[in-house]
Structure formats: structure tokens, C-alpha cells
């Protein structure tokens, strides 16, 4: 199989995903019993939760050539599976391509796209989604690439998961491109995340995760200073440290 869809999602039937634009492996979480294999669907489920587990699922459980990360809530360009192929045939010495979102209004999902294609940094990771992400399955299984099941919805710390793996894909020495292409369509978020005690602990753990006491934690130190300004005040500057420093002190590096 040349193409997939990689679909997380909880507790659905399999005929809820009839008339997907192109093949798809669909990994169904807190259900089991029920499993599908056809020409173009494989319906798996598992009586467990997490939503880093179930993308791990889907990379373990695919034989395809290229996948596409996704979630049961977006909707796709009809030519999606043309697009991505293409894009890695452009760039073959591309592991990880990331692309754009799109609102169902036609807008774009974010104001940060670049019109033109570039390698993403250690820095530009950090503005990516999961469901942009599009991947060689090889590369990622011969590198043993995993998403961190500590992370994620469903985990102890429910952001993150997205920035981890890339980074743990760029540590392996993949290369990981973004392509200004857009491949599926999301309505935006009417009010962001809940930037409680959780979200910044969350944020720490993440920073711990990724750069522990090297020199590249100043980078993690700003992005938790971007994220406070940027996202609001829903807790003091001083709290806001004191919980992303619970969070990074609560956690091992692997």
C-alpha cells in the first residue's frame, strides 16, 4: 500500500468512516471487539485510552509507504492522498513533511504558514499539529520513533506530543520539511486551551523532555515565556513559573 490515513479516535463504529478520499487505519479506543479489514479501511479497537498510544497503534499496525496522522474530527482535500505522495516524491530526502490546515471557511488555520517550503528547526517544530504531520513510515519504524505515551490527551501531561516527536525524529538525524500545501480542513478553536495549573505543568515537563539541563534549555525557557504572553493571564507570571517547574522537575528524561 502506497498511502493511509492514520485515524485516533474513541468508541466509533467502523461504517462511520465510509467515504474517506483515501485509505485509512482507523485505531478506536475505551471499545473492543470489533475489527475490519478491507481494500481500504482497517478498523482496530482497544480498551485503552491515551491518544499518544493510539498513534503508535497506527504507526506499529501500518504497511503502507507514506501515512498520514489524523484524528476523527477533521475532514480532507479530496486529493490528500495525491498531495502527499507528490510532496515526498518532490522532496525524497524528506522523513517527516508537515503541511497546512485550513478552516471549513477556506481560511487559513494559523497566521504563522510560510508560503515557501523550508527544513524545520528545533524552533519551528513547536508550531506544529498533529494532524499536519505526514510521515515515512520506514524511516520512522527503522529509527524506532515513537510518540511519547506520557503525553498527549488521555495522559498525565495532555499537550506536547506533537513537538516531542519531531524532536526525537530530528535527534535520529531524519529530516523533517514543511510543505505549503493544504490537506485537510479543522474549524478553528473558538477559545484555545484551558490555561490553568495543568497546562503550564504540562508545558514544563515538556521542556524537561526535550533538553533536560543541555544548553538548548533556553529555548524551552522562552517558549514558556511566549506561551504566558501569548496565550493570557489566567495565572500569575510567578505561578505560572512555579508550575512549569513542578513539571519539569516530575519527570525523567528517556
Known amino acids: 500500500m502506497v498511502f493511509q490515513i492514520l485515524i485516533s479516535t474513541l468508541n466509533p463504529k467502523s461504517n462511520d468512516f465510509e467515504g474517506l478520499p483515501a485509505p485509512a487505519l482507523v485505531i478506536s479506543q475505551n471499545s473492543i471487539g470489533e475489527e475490519v479489514q478491507s481494500e481500504n479501511l482497517t478498523f482496530l479497537s482497544f480498551n485503552e485510552r491515551g491518544l499518544s498510544k493510539s498513534r503508535n ?6 504497511n503502507a509507504n507514506f501515512a498520514l496522522i489524523s484524528d476523527e474530527d477533521v475532514k480532507f482535500v479530496d486529493d490528500v492522498e495525491e498531495k502527499v505522495i507528490n510532496a515526498f516524491q518532490n522532496y525524497p530526502d524528506a522523513d517527516i513533511l508537515t503541511f497546512k490546515i485550513e478552516t471549513p471557511e477556506g481560511e487559513c488555520y494559523k497566521n504563522s504558514y510560510s508560503e515557501e517550503s523550508f527544513e524545520h528547526t528545533r524552533s519551528s517544530i513547536y508550531r506544529v499539529s498533529s494532524v499536519e504531520i505526514a510521515i515515512k513510515v520506514t524511516s520512522i519504524k527503522k529509527k524506532g520513533i515513537m510518540f511519547d505515551e506520557r503525553f498527549g490527551l488521555g495522559a498525565k501531561y495532555p ?16 529530516k523533517v520539511r514543511y510543505v505549503p500545501e493544504t ?31 543541555s544548553p538548548s534549555l533556553t529555548l ?3 517558549f514558556l515565556g511566549k506561551q504566558f504572553v501569548k496565550k493570557g493571564k489566567m495565572l500569575s507570571f510567578v505561578s505560572a513559573i512555579k ?3 513542578l513539571g519539569y522537575f516530575s519527570i525523567h528524561r528517556h
Do not use: C, T, W
Open 57 to 62: 497503534r497506527a504507526i506499529k499496525n501500518s
Open 159 to 174: 499537550s506536547g506530543e506533537e513537538v516531542i516527536f519531531l524532536n526525537d525524529a530530528l535527534n535520529a538525524g531524519l
Open 183 to 213: 490537506i485537510v480542513f479543522h474549524p478553528r478553536e473558538s477559545s484555545g486551551k484551558v490555561l490553568d495549573k495543568n497546562f503550564y505543568r504540562s508545558k514544563g515537563a515538556v521542556v524537561k523532555r526535550l533538553y533536560g539541563f
Open 220 to 222: 524551552g525557557i522562552l
Open 243 to 245: 508550575e512549569a517547574s
